[in-house]
């Protein structure tokens, strides 16, 4: 049976968690099999160029080293190595970022995206850029919010301030960035997917669920 | 259990028993029903920018009757009615052609197409500006042969004509054009996917397998 | 002596009864006869993307069987059946929306588009990437009203209604925007053209003069 | 009765003489006159960036000092002055290659264009980009002949030689550049118009004719 | 020793002395000479699309007859003439618009431009996609200021009034249009650029110092 | 006094001494001192996008430490560790790459790019759209020799067969993509610049000359 491996390049297992359950709905019994690792030496977060750069030693080396995974997904959403992973085997590998816009392409005509902090939109920019597809970005608008305050139970600002903060930015894309479809611009807020897209009325791409939907059809 | 309703808008049933074989892997005992069905008063390919239209109304019939089914995926590569279907129902509606080019970005970096005809030329390329995707298109070569072509048993080339005439295809985009993904620009070339992949060293994508597994992701 | 067919896709003879009146300046008397046609089956106005669908085979038929016209104009904003009737004929079509864009390249640096509802927004979106467009397109303001509702004597709004809404979107166009030419969105606002453009100071494009006057090149 | 004035801003009238016939299809007896004038103090030939700024001051004067005309084109395909000009009147002005440009957008997908000298492609190149167009451009072919060896009866290679290398430049930008719509690069080529459009079988713009139609629309 | 020749094309002196002590950290000992000239046919200060065409013929003229010059900087933000310049000599010239947008690439993400009056927005805006660099533009904004209002000690606003409207007109770049580089748009204003850089907090490129730069590369 | 510091990322010592030796015409008296310095711990060459990662955290450190430099250059064509450079430090830092190109827009229209290895090219792609620059990008062509086979004395193919290499890689540029300058795509082609220019008669651009050059102008 084939394995889709997904390593959190982070070393917050928390956010690992809340990855592997909101994968569930893509496990079927027939299926492949999910499996989601947290990388141990990564940072808490991945909130800089320079921790983004320190973890692409260790993914590959993942990827070089799990010949049990058939696909893999590095899910951070700066992407990190992913073109070296892509040199390193000749399985698929899937950023979710990436992976996110491309999914957008389908369920809207405008993608927006909901990043954590301020610092994380000149680097979205030069992905948006690199990837060709400025013509379908609306715009990125910050939450405030670093990576280990998105988690449950974190001495951060609650899950409810935090939903109320992606309220808030959604409907600064949706009404004055003009996006139709939303990308949650980090792995750590899935939990907030469906009540984000039935408050606004606008479709919500989880990356790590977007990538994990195109490894399926491998 | 959730139902992905896969409408072919031509009425050759062979070019819908093809797509049905050819989504066999994307059947999973736990995952959602692929149902696939003839548009029966569709013309015996779509070939033109009339046959396109003609196609669209019932189309959108189907969309807006079919209770039972949670998605919906147009299995043409013109997206015929893509967008009035979208505007008939709130479940979503993949085009194959929108899909194939989302998912070939995850793939490659630049995707080439592999076109039943001449003529279908400038359609796509309208599609790929309209997509906003013109800064991965490598290019669109034809292999000169119509949809009921290719259905294998027709009074056509032949399996071994047609993908020799993919092949040939195929290795103008990879070397002259510079893709490093191709995309099939018909659902009736399915079967040709695998060995398409391994004769040119580089990813197939086969339309309709790519916008199921989009639909899987709901 | 030639003749222009000019062709209202939708079934309101106030509407064809205008752009007649408004193509007036282009009827010089040794230049071509320029006859505008109503399309009897169609719906009253054309205001979702299953009316634009609705309308190609009728409009087909017309291009096909029209012996007597040496060139065809489909006189709705969103160009329906533009390429399925190029297909149709070796005749020159012209799709009012594609002609204005065309002809504003000419009139200023960015153009802004008055819509006549929000939802005809994302259609324009595509098609201004579809054209290629999207380096001169400044943006897109709705003026809330449909197409049956611009009519002169119809219970809509009232002329001045109409007239104070154009020139509330066109201001938000010349100065949010920063639009220096504007195209009227809708077949149906030709004679809101001249006033708009002296409140304004900036030229307007009326999308049907924009076609008839290409047509009159050949 | 209106008055569209057409500049030639080289001196050979020869060349003037020739556009002269060439719009005389679009002169309708209750149409606005079109007259054409020569630069007298222009060089022989447009052929050079030089070339072009000199001509501007002398073209800026007769848009200011010419009463009598309604609306002005600038007859030469680098558009000299058109926006010096532009600044100069409030009454239409047009350059032949941004309108030639334009019109093309309707008669096909991807223009290319002829031109006379190899040393116009960068100029051309800078214009197809500041015009925002490079989405539908195909490419640019020179014929190698200057502006004085297109016109009738000079010592330049003759007709024949002259259609004989524009069939060449067109077939190229057709086949291999997959131009489906061509602009003639120069005022001075009306007259190969028509012959050329019926051996390659695509249609061919002539820029003046293509100004001076946008011109009626006023 | 090599000389990079500077011509001021306005024949206001005052502004060729601000830029020629804009250049004094440039001149080292053992560099090139780096000499300023004021082009004295030249209008008081370059404000429309006329003076701009005026100044190429002299232009053209310094950069032929000036044998002593290893490289020429035409310092004026409309770079006029510089293409027929570069047809004139086989040296390098460099106009400072295209400069200092070429250096703003490697200082941020999105450049802004702080532009002298609201006329020169189209002009730098056809400049822009010249230039191909749509995808890095953020937006322009004017002062209201014209040049020889620059000029210090002119009958001008006042160097703290010039200051003022530089903060406010850049503020609103960084802020609302999301410039992190700003260009200085106009060759009068290099006293300001250290201050405007300290007061906003991002890099801003005073263009002549941006071409001298480049040129002494060579 | 003030100085730029030029890190080569590969441990090759030859590579920094041609690149030190290239930078003699920018060492004025009275200028910035520029020092390079080789990255003991970095690979001989960096030819993979594993090489490009495994380089950022040393370049990020000398960065941080060297308290002594005023600007800093990253002398490989990938620009390792750009971005996370410029996290690390308010000094400004140069990616030759990024430099080259900007660099390259004042000397041509369309810049082609002389790589070393096939492999470097869709690295290479994925720069040129992440810079923006896809309109003024005309080619990328390889010369088939890693970075050491570059260096005089190498167990290599030579300098008259690199020589060779580059002049046939440069002329396709030339000649069949229209590239009228050219970037030499690693930092130890510097020697080849003057005589590959003469040879071929366009501009050629060392990515460390235009890199530091540009760190002059601060």
Redesign the interface.
Known sequence: MARILVINPNSTQAVTDGMDRALEP??????PEIACVTLADGPPGIE???H???V??PI?RQVAERDDADAFVIACFSDP?L??A???TTK?V??IA??A???S???G??FGILSILD?S???H???V????????FAGDVAIGIGVTGLVEGAEGPGESEVMDRLVAAGTRLRDHH?A?VLILGCAGMASYRTPLSKSLGVAVIDPT??????A??L
């Open positions: 893509l496990r079927f019994s027939g299926g800089t160029q320079a983004v750069n320190a692409v030693a590959c190595g073109h070296a892509r040199e390193t698929p899937y950023g990436e992976a816009m491309a999914v392409l389908t369920r005509e405008r610092g939109i000149p680097r920019a030069r992905a850029r690199a990837a060709g597809l400025s013509e379908r003009r139709d669920l977007a990538a994990v939907t195109l399926l059809g």
